[in-house]
């Protein structure tokens, strides 16, 4: 597996826990900054950059 395969594999990943996660923080009222927060910590442990 080269880098490219592996950077978007780890972004497949953060993006796929982000969206869980982002699902559970909307249906319990979490609030925004804490998700940001959570969301950002999700990609800096994959060592990935999250572009919106």
């Known amino acids: ?4 395969d592996s ?5 497949s990943q953060a993006r796929g826990f982000a969206s869980q996660l982002g699902m559970f ?6 609030p925004k900054d804490l998700w940001d927060a959570l969301e950002s ?3 800096d442990f994959y060592q ?3 572009d919106r």
């Open 1 to 4: 597996m080269d880098n490219s």
């Open 7 to 11: 950077y978007n594999l780890k972004l």
């Open 25 to 30: 923080a909307e249906e319990n009222d979490i």
């Open 41 to 43: 910590t999700i990609y």
């Open 48 to 50: 990935v950059s999250h």
